[in-house]
């Protein structure tokens, strides 16, 4: 029947929109989580360079010789927090890569805690699936009683219009 293939056509669309939607968030809160932290890195990284700048600038004015237990923490700090920011970048374009992404996810994702940290985002995707495909089922089971209930008032009506004698037009009078 034409109406199970739609309706099972509009299943799989539905199921296939809500993994998108999701994979869409994930790869959003990703990348929104990550700029965010960049921007904080990238105002650690703003303060160190000042900091070393000041200490060089204070040394060059008195003519002392750098000191390295001052130097080094700050230079250690710029060092780290730009590794820091390189990750979150790669982070950040891994998961604007959606091919890759999909392809990984598919491989190692099994809904389990311990391989992706999302398991409550799989299984609320996984129960609004659920619901989606009873939902359907019950509108599906609506829709034939419907039917029914529609064949069997239009037989109702032709029964009618069947039994009822054809009204007598009244003749027609020649105008003069």
């Not at 001052?70 to 590794?83: G, M, N, R, S």
């Not at 129960?127 to 034939?144: C, I, S, T, V, Y």
Request: with cysteine; aromatic share 4%.
């Amino acid at each position: 029947m034409a109406l199970n293939d739609n309706i099972e056509a509009l299943k799989k669309l539905a199921a296939e929109v809500a993994q998108a939607a999701t994979r869409f968030t994930k790869t959003a809160a990703t990348v929104t989580k990550a700029n965010f932290s960049m921007l904080s890195e990238q105002e650690k990284l703003k303060k160190a360079y000042q900091e070393l700048g000041k200490l060089y600038y204070r040394d060059y004015i008195t003519g002392e010789e750098p000191d390295d237990a001052e130097y080094i923490p700050l230079c250690d700090a710029i060092t780290e927090t730009t590794k820091l920011i390189d990750e979150l970048k790669s982070k950040v374009e891994d998961a604007k890569n959606p091919k890759e992404a999909d392809e990984a996810a598919d491989a190692e994702c099994c809904c389990e805690e311990s391989c992706c940290g999302e398991k409550e985002t799989c299984c609320d995707v996984d129960k609004a699936a659920e619901e989606l495909n009873r939902d359907l089922d019950e509108l599906h089971e609506n829709l034939k009683d419907l039917g029914k209930t529609v064949e069997e008032k239009a037989e109702a009506i032709f029964e009618v219009v069947d039994d009822a004698k054809p009204e007598e037009k009244p003749e027609e009078k020649p105008e003069k």
